[in-house]
């Protein structure tokens, strides 16, 4: 990603709403994006679609909607934004994560941004089960917030994997975006591969593409970095060791064996990280996946 002109803010309805829609005003004004803060009431969507009385089932729709977009223009208020064009959308939808890929792909924002599920008891952050699945579903890129500030000259870490053959613009991607989102914020941007091993041969000619990646894309050789052993380990441990703000890595997996979009190593390093990360698609994968798809009319709870 190269350019962010229109941002998609989901609306948890909860007390990260208001720090979340901070950060984006913080990118949007630097850039002049467009932010469209949008929330979906799913749970009385399910509700309703099950209910065996349709008596007043519009009219609890039409509620549902006037108290989301009332939440929304109250949480712009309460926000610095001058200089921000704001607008508010909201839907009674079911499943959550459905509702939003929907909106995106009408909308299709440059990037989505959402507050994660919450805090977990025997955890410091969790994501839920709609939380999961926008991950895999999402056509855009995504940023999912863990509710804590950036810091004035916030540090973005770029994961990237040069090894993978069949997603050779995803890395350029990522770092692209890293350098984008740092340059709004007044922000750096570290570059960071993890070599699990082989030869001395492969390995200077993937440290040499990292290279090239930091040259093409602002990153001073300082902040490239090549490190050694498990990426779950050695990527989380150096995203705390540097304390970033935000990571971001690609939403695709990058190992054979697994077909979902989030792979094993992208879903182990967002269960470690306790900063905010930034999931990129691969930019083949936008062209097709940002094509609106059809869909049951809007501003009916009825419709299947």
Not at 217 to 233: A, D, K, R, T, Y
Request: glycine fraction near 6%; proline fraction near 4%; hydrophobic fraction near 45%.
């Amino acid at each position: 990603m190269r350019k962010i002109t229109s941002i998609l803010l989901v609306a948890n309805r909860d007390d990260s709403d208001k720090l979340l829609l901070e950060k984006a005003v913080r990118i949007a004004r630097h850039l002049g994006a467009r932010i469209e803060l949008f929330a979906c009431d799913a749970e009385h969507a399910y509700i309703m679609r099950r209910a065996y009385d349709t008596t007043g089932v519009e009219q609890a729709w039409l509620s549902s909607f006037s108290d989301n977009c009332e939440y929304l223009e109250a949480l712009s208020q309460a926000v610095e934004t001058s200089g921000v064009d704001i607008v508010v959308d909201a839907v009674c939808d079911s499943p959550h994560y459905q509702a939003v890929v929907d909106k995106v792909r009408s909308c299709q924002p440059d990037l989505v941004m959402k507050s994660t599920a919450g805090a977990h008891p025997l955890r410091r952050f969790t994501l839920d089960s709609n939380d999961w699945e926008l991950m895999r579903a999402c056509p855009a890129t995504l940023l999912l917030s863990r509710g804590k500030p950036w810091e004035a000259h916030p540090r973005f870490t770029a994961m990237v994997d040069v090894s993978a053959e069949e997603t050779p613009s995803l890395p350029d991607s990522i770092v692209a975006t890293a350098d984008l989102l740092a340059g709004a914020c007044g922000g750096a941007v570290d570059l960071v591969f993890g070599e699990e091993g082989g030869g001395a041969a492969g390995s200077a000619a993937r440290a040499a593409k990292v290279a090239a990646l930091g040259c093409a894309n602002h990153v001073s050789g300082e902040h490239v970095h090549i490190l050694q052993g498990e990426p779950e380990v050695s990527l989380a441990g150096f995203a705390a060791k540097r304390s970033s703000d935000a990571i971001v890595l690609g939403a695709l997996s990058h190992r054979e064996s697994l077909t979902t979009l989030v792979g094993r190593l992208t879903g182990r390093l967002v269960e470690a990280l306790t900063c905010d990360f930034v999931l990129v698609k691969a930019p083949h994968r936008l062209a097709t996946d940002n094509v609106p798809a059809a869909r049951r009319q809007p501003g009916s709870p009825l419709a299947a």
